[in-house]
């Protein structure tokens, strides 16, 4: 089976830092990757696709590193509404293809 | 917000009862899956559905069966509830195909809480 691994956290962070994540995949023919965000008892919802090196939208930036097969996401100036689990994700194989999620990676933003 | 319905929201069953968690969309996509979340695991793909009548397994799929007779919805159904089957599910529907060469965009509905006593 493929895998996405990632760090569950929690990351605890005051208002305004900058906070990076990291997520490893093994499925080395994966050309896009993708980051999710999930507020508690609520649904996925994609924040972030990542195509071939980087992809950057407003305070966020996802960036890819195929060679160690990582994927980074990196959340500037941090938001209390940022607060969130952030879920990796990765293409997998096969005739239909399907995605593989993370476990997620739990950012809590401080006052 | 992508028009996903799910139903039930919660339901609380006994062992051994059958169980069907429906999903309606009104977005005509073409694809549809279930998901289920538990802790300690990520998202796991229970069954899929590229069509109408046209469906396939996931990761996940023992135990459950589902359908898809219109394209606006996507039927899972536990034959007989297990306490493994707690847990918590997401329908989804994506416009294109997801995977290796695809697109990753999936738009979940609300979510179905299913606990089995």
């Known amino acids: 089976r493929k895998e996405v691994e990632q760090d569950p956290g929690p990351f605890n962070v005051p208002e305004g830092a900058t906070v990076a994540f990291n997520c490893t995949y093994s499925?080395?023919?994966?050309?896009?990757f993708f980051w999710y965000r999930q507020d508690c008892r609520k649904e996925p919802k994609l924040l972030m696709s990542v195509y071939s090196s980087g992809n950057e939208d407003g305070r966020f930036t996802a960036q890819l590193n195929r060679a160690s097969q990582y994927i980074s996401l990196l959340i500037r100036d941090s938001k209390l509404s940022d607060s969130a689990t952030y879920l990796c994700v990765s293409p997998w194989g096969g005739s239909q293809g399907n995605l593989i999620f993370g476990k997620g990676t739990k950012l809590s933003v401080k006052p | 917000d992508a028009g996903i319905t799910q139903s039930p929201r919660h339901k609380v069953t006994e062992t051994g009862t059958p169980v069907t968690l429906r999903c309606h969309q009104t977005e005509n996509h073409r694809y549809m899956y279930w998901y289920r979340q538990d802790p300690g695991h990520g998202l796991r793909l229970i069954h899929y559905s590229y069509g109408v009548k046209d469906t396939d397994k996931g990761e996940v799929s023992d135990g459950y069966s589902v359908s898809r007779s219109k394209t606006e919805d996507f039927l899972l159904t536990l034959e007989s509830a297990t306490s493994s089957q707690t847990s918590v599910y997401f329908c989804?529907?994506?416009?294109?195909?997801?995977?290796?060469?695809?697109?990753?965009?999936?738009?979940f509905g609300e979510g179905s809480r299913l606990t089995v006593l």
């Open positions: 499925n080395s023919a994966s050309q896009s």
């Open positions: 989804a529907i994506s416009e294109y195909r997801t995977g290796t060469g695809g697109s990753g965009e999936l738009f």
